[in-house]
């Protein structure tokens, strides 16, 4: 466990107003013991919410290139189909993660890939939860497309507390799966835009964890079969099933042959013993002209 290079600053901040109250409660009240007290556990308690909101864990990620990993730690707060407007502007499957104030809230890549869009918007700093959070609030868009020319959407949207969101990508950077991509600071959400027909592997109010979770499983090109080319594949095999047919003179005589282990040509052979067997030369009829000979002999 490490603190983020984020929380430097607050931290320090932190800790020098934590000093200032604490020693103007003991310059003005010297004899109250209660109230010193107190103080000093309210005190102890910040500096701890405060270390742990920018704790970063040391996490060993293993790449996959269909698993779309979850972006950062919280709760599932929204699965539902909707239509993407910025970027993408097509019907996908979004899938929305709520960070609250305790969570580790660094951000991180959910599939590796090329960085083809990134914009920052100014705006509103509605709770993470409400519904136009999506839209108005502070926020990031990030697109990355990766090697099979998917494209997953993902965003950072500020929260109530949230007053700053803190980003590592731009356009046209090569990321890897699981590395850190941004911050976001006290409550947020992030917004990730899958492909429709992609196997969602998370529920409702489930907890994920940032670079562990898997969301969901996408569709790679070599693992689906087309409609059309599979109507084309199973024409192609009724073709060469009927031909074989009309060869063999009886359609019971294709089970004879193993079509997927012996090649079509070898079936062609079959039939053609019986065509190409020899046969006896009729004999020729002697004309006269090949008598005479033999008739003149006699006479003589």
């Known amino acids: ?75 599932v707060v929204v699965i539902e189909e909707a239509n993407e407007t910025e970027f993408l502007k097509d019907r996908r499957i979004q899938i929305s993660v709520f960070m609250s104030p305790v969570n580790v809230h660094v951000n991180r890549n959910p599939i590796s890939g090329v960085v ?17 959070s999506s839209t108005e609030n502070e926020r990031t868009t990030v697109v990355t497309e990766n090697s099979e020319g998917t494209m997953v959407l993902f965003r950072q949207i500020a929260g109530a507390l949230a007053r700053r969101i803190v980003w590592y990508v731009k356009e046209g950077d090569v990321v890897e799966q699981g590395q850190q991509f941004g911050f976001i600071k006290f409550g947020s959400r992030v917004d990730v835009f899958l492909p429709l027909g992609t196997k969602i592997n998370v529920k409702l109010n489930q907890v994920v964890k940032g670079g562990r979770t898997v969301l969901a499983e996408l569709q790679t090109s070599g693992s689906l079969v087309k409609e059309e080319e599979l109507a084309e594949i199973l024409e192609k095999e009724e ?17 004879e042959h193993d079509v997927t282990d012996k090649p079509v040509e070898s079936t062609d052979e079959a039939p053609a013993a019986p065509v190409k067997t020899p046969r006896a030369k009729p004999a020729v009829k002697k004309t006269d002209s090949d008598k005479a000979p033999t008739t003149r002999k006699k006479k003589e």
């Open 1 to 75: 466990m490490t603190i983020h290079k984020e929380g430097y600053t607050s931290i320090a901040l932190t800790v020098l107003f934590i000093f200032v109250v604490n020693a103007l409660i003991q310059f003005y009240f010297p004899d109250a013991n209660t109230v010193k007290w107190i103080v000093y556990i309210l005190s102890f308690l910040l500096f701890v919410i405060i270390l742990q909101f920018f704790r970063s864990p040391i996490l060993h990620i293993s790449t996959n290139e269909t698993h779309v990993l979850c972006p950062a730690d919280g709760k």
């Open 116 to 132: 083809k869009y990134f914009k920052y918007h100014p705006g509103k700093y509605l709770v993470a939860w409400h519904p136009k």
């Open 239 to 255: 073709s060469v099933t009927g031909k074989l047919s009309n060869e063999h003179g009886e359609p019971t005589l294709v089970i």
